[in-house]
């Protein structure tokens, strides 16, 4: 089963007390003490990022690692990475940290790791990056979109009720066709893609993920059912 799950915001860097979202990524990879990789590679502050993902997922039942494209562990990258069950990648620049990935051949290796079934998630720049399209402000200025890898058909927009200019934004984009129809999510939700099956999840109560598109030249939201993980 091929696996993506894009969060809007939350997880061990927005919500270190709430580890919802993290465990039902941990979960998504049907292991018992699943092996993690975190990608922080779209900040300048990635042994800090690194350090706050060891000391939230020690808490946790599963087996971290982390990636530095500084110091790597070792030469071949792609049999590191597809040796592991999940994959989580940081919040950030999201075009910075594409174009890292390309210039070091993680674009590639991380086609290998969806096709092989290793889970890929992440919050922010690390939802982003799994779609064709997102609204991002990583050029100084008015959101813009930014072609990303494309694993994902469609568009994402994370932070969506969390940063003031997000949805509007977003509706500029859409309105102009300057973006595609795709999804937005709020701070501390998520959305799952298992194969065709799609399904949302929050870590509160009134977090929610969104369906957004146009209907002739108007911009449409359609809030989807999203299962809070606490309940």
């Given at each position: 089963m091929r696996q993506?799950?894009?969060?809007?915001?939350?997880?061990?860097?927005?919500?270190?007390?709430?580890?919802?979202?993290?465990?039902?990524?941990?979960n998504a990879s049907g292991r018992s003490r699943p092996s993690v990789c975190f990608l922080p590679?779209?900040?300048?502050?990635?042994?800090?990022?690194?350090?706050?993902?060891?000391?939230?997922?020690?808490?946790l039942?599963?087996?971290p690692f982390h990636l530095s494209l500084f110091t790597p562990p070792t030469a071949d990258l792609e049999s590191f990475l597809l040796g592991m069950d999940v994959i989580?990648?940081?919040g950030g620049n999201t075009k910075s940290m594409l174009a890292l990935w390309?210039?070091?051949?993680?674009?590639?290796i991380l086609r290998k790791a969806y096709d092989k079934g290793i889970v890929l998630a992440g919050i922010s720049a690390g939802a982003n990056c799994w779609f064709q399209e997102c609204s991002t402000?990583?050029?100084?200025?008015?959101y813009t979109m930014l072609p990303c890898l494309g694993l994902v058909p469609g568009s994402f927009c994370p932070h969506y009720d969390g940063e003031v200019?997000?949805?509007?934004?977003?509706?500029?984009?859409?309105?102009?066709?300057?973006?595609?129809?795709?999804?937005?999510?709020?701070?501390?939700?998520?959305?799952?893609?298992?194969d065709d099956a799609v399904t949302?999840?929050?870590?509160?109560?009134?977090?929610?993920?969104?369906?957004?598109g146009l209907e002739g030249r108007v911009v449409v939201e359609e809030a989807l059912p999203t299962r809070y993980l606490g309940a």
């Open positions: 993506i799950i894009a969060m809007g915001g939350g997880g061990f860097s927005m919500e270190p007390g709430n580890p919802l979202l993290d465990q039902y990524v941990l590679h779209a900040t300048d502050d990635a042994s800090r990022y690194a350090l706050n993902f060891y000391t939230a997922f020690a808490r039942d599963a087996r989580y990648v940081g390309r210039e070091w051949g993680l674009d590639t402000d990583s050029i100084p200025g008015p200019e997000r949805r509007p934004s977003l509706h500029r984009l859409l309105s102009s066709g300057s973006i595609l129809p795709g999804y937005a999510a709020d701070n501390s939700a998520a959305v799952h893609f298992a949302c999840v929050a870590s509160v109560p009134s977090a929610r993920v969104y369906r957004v």
